[in-house]
């Protein structure tokens, strides 16, 4: 290894109040360290950029701890083997990791996914095979459990999430209304995603097109964004009803509860008179002892045809931050990548 390596990273400079701004960020350099005995130095070729990261900014409790101040962002990444004294992992091979919004980490090997020597669609680790395909997958099967004939509504439909479980529906039999911002989007997923509508939330009449989309009420609604999409949704919502939990970007920016009438009691006697479960995940903590389930599915569809799959590949590791206040406005199209390196060539 090369003593003159720099490891280019960005940290958590400050906490944000509402929605992050580039302040909140800063990129430092710094030697990459010697290898000791059992390590391997990775070499961070993709990153991905998700909403759950604007969570981890604060400080606020959580499901997991905050990212402190003056430490990596964290993300998980896919990266190469730049050099290894590790007998179980070879330089050049690469591997799914947790290391953050930086170019190099040293590891020792713990909690790596090895994903061969030449993948074909490495980045493909980032979303429709990993996280957030394993995501939609358990949240929409297991919590949804949607049955032939079923009506699915899916918000954030374009997403690496939502046009994965809106696929899934159709593949069980399902009518898939998708719910994304803009027309271009809404084509999308009607066109090449192949679902039944798309609606635009930015629509002036975006409730009424809901309910005349879903003329027999809504079986699951698969919630990634919450706010005004769910007050449209919850009328509409079936006897017996799914509701997988899965996000809320509407809200990660939100320094205060929403004004207007407080509608905690209209939910609550909903979800009883008609008898809704509503169900909230953290997908590695509650399934991931069913991770190979979810590949081996997902890897056959893929392979098979089924399964549309876009991404956004955004350049360099100084570009992250833009990149992910504008996938917490709803700017990207499709699962947002940075690609931080080139890879090693073999």
Partial sequence: MSVSLENNRIVLASRPVGAPVTDNFRLESQAVPALKEGELLLRTIY??????????????????DPVELDDVMVGATVCQVEDSLNPNFEKGEWVLAYTGWQSYAVSDGEGLLKLGKSPAHPSFALGIMGMPGFTAYMGLLDIGQPKEG???????????????????GKL?????????????????????????VCIDHKAEDFAEQLAAACDKGIDVYYENVGGKVFDSVLPLLNTGARIPLCGLVSQYNATALP??????????????????KMQGFIIFDDYGH????????????????????????????DAAPEAFMGLLEGKNFGKLVVKVAEPISQ
């Avoid at 990153?47 to 997991?64: E, Q, T, V």
């Avoid at 079923?150 to 899934?168: C, E, F, K, R």
């Avoid at 069980?172 to 039944?196: N, T």
């Avoid at 905690?264 to 008609?274: G, H, R």
């Fill in 47 to 64: 990153l991905s950029l998700d909403p759950y990261m604007r969570g981890r900014m604060s400080d606020a409790k959580s499901y997991a």
């Fill in 150 to 168: 079923d009506t699915l509504v899916v918000a954030a439909a374009t997403g690496p999430v939502g046009a994965t479980v809106g696929q899934i």
């Fill in 259 to 276: 004004e207007g009438p407080d509608r905690m009691s209209l939910l609550m006697a909903t979800l009883l008179i008609k008898r809704i």
């Fill in 290 to 317: 069913r991770y190979d389930e979810f590949a081996a599915d997902m890897g056959k569809w893929l392979m098979e045809g089924k399964m549309q799959y876009k991404e956004q590949i955004v350049e360099g590791l």
């Fill in 172 to 196: 069980k039999g399902c009518k898939v209304v998708g719910i994304a911002g803009g027309e271009e989007k809404c084509r999308h997923a009607v066109e090449v995603l192949g679902f039944d």
